[in-house]
């Protein structure tokens, strides 16, 4: 059952981060179309943004090593 939990836990945090790196790219990428003379500033947000969501699959993975060894 540790194991499940464990996988769930991962996949999820996968999939989230997924979803927001995908999200936070596109409409980066759709406000340099608007407005061009931004880009440095977009580029900086974007990537402090994506930093921020790469955090979650990695917390995800601790929980999910705690969850399966606490359960041993």
Excluded: K
Excluded at 5 to 15: F, M, P
Excluded at 21 to 32: H, K, L, Q, W
């Amino acid at each position: 059952m540790e194991f499940l939990a464990a996988a769930i836990a991962v996949g999820l945090g996968a999939i989230g981060a997924g979803f927001g790196n995908g999200m936070i790219v596109s409409r980066t990428v759709e406000s340099m179309a608007r407005q061009p003379e931004l880009r440095g500033a977009l580029q900086t947000t974007m990537f402090i943004g994506v930093g921020i969501v790469e955090v979650v699959p990695l917390i995800a993975a601790v929980l999910a090593f705690l969850m399966y060894f606490a359960g041993v």
